[in-house]
């Protein structure tokens, strides 16, 4: 198969909203309130090709050799990541675009998502365990020690780090091309949660952080959105913040 080989990744969450040529009107009021949001419309191949497009609801490509409802190899969907990215920069050159690196990082062969993701203590039971003195169980405000401190962290650091797995693992967010998360933005880099809420011009509304990460799901990766409660959408969304450690927040930014 012929593919055009890519440097970059495909358009960021916020990337979006750059691609407005005037003023963005402000919402209607059913659109701030949740209307249903606007299809990304494939081309369809006459080939009968797979046609992948990119977060910003108009760049596609459609890919040679492979038939639609295949799934991409890994390396293959990285290939078409790219050349859709180079396509839109080349349309775009003014948009603001973080530097990110070169090659997604993928997962290593013991980073393997865990069947029914993260419960709500995300592992604090588990650390309990390995404890021989008795813990804070009560107030969350009450007295508590070092240990328990520790103990959330751990936890803390274990919800983050099922995020990344989540991120990084194409069939673990319900994708059906081979396109994973980290392909697009690899370390979450141009993903901006400091940003939202904010208006974004593909969905014809205001979106939070969930509602951007379930477009791409839906789109890019062609998937089926994840619930709000979905341990794999809460670990995504703490995997993204957790990357944006100390950056200023601000939302509605563009």
């Not at 993204?240 to 509605?252: F, H, M, N, Q, S």
């Amino acid at each position: 198969m012929k593919l055009l080989v890519g440097t970059g990744a495909v358009l960021s969450f916020v990337g979006g909203a750059a691609l407005a040529t005037g003023p963005v009107p402000p919402p209607s009021k059913a659109a701030a309130q949740g209307a249903e949001v606007k299809k990304h419309e494939l081309p369809v191949s006459k080939d009968g090709n797979l046609v992948v497009g990119l977060c910003d609801g108009e760049t596609s490509m459609e890919v040679k050799g492979v038939k639609a409802g295949q799934s991409l190899t890994r390396a293959q969907a990285q290939h078409v990541s790219g050349a859709l990215m180079e396509e839109w920069l080349r349309k775009n050159p003014n948009a603001h675009w973080d530097p990110v690196p070169l090659v997604a990082q993928a997962p290593s062969a013991s980073e393997t998502v865990r069947p029914g993701g993260v419960t709500p203590e995300s592992g604090g039971s588990q650390v309990k365990k390995q404890i021989a003195t008795p813990i804070q169980d009560g107030h969350t405000y009450g007295a508590f020690s070092d240990r328990d401190e520790a103990i959330w962290a751990a936890s803390t650091e274990q919800f983050v780090d099922e995020g990344h797995r989540v991120f990084h693992d194409a069939k673990a967010i319900g994708g059906t091309v081979g396109i994973s998360c980290d392909m697009c933005h690899p370390d979450a880099s141009n993903t901006h949660p400091e940003t939202y809420p904010k208006y974004q011009v593909q969905l014809g509304r205001v979106a939070l952080l969930r509602d951007m990460i379930n477009w791409c799901i839906e789109n890019p990766a062609r998937g089926k959105p994840l619930a709000d409660g979905d341990p794999r959408m809460r670990a995504m969304e703490a995997y993204i913040y957790a990357k944006r450690k100390g950056v200023k927040l601000e939302y509605g930014k563009k």
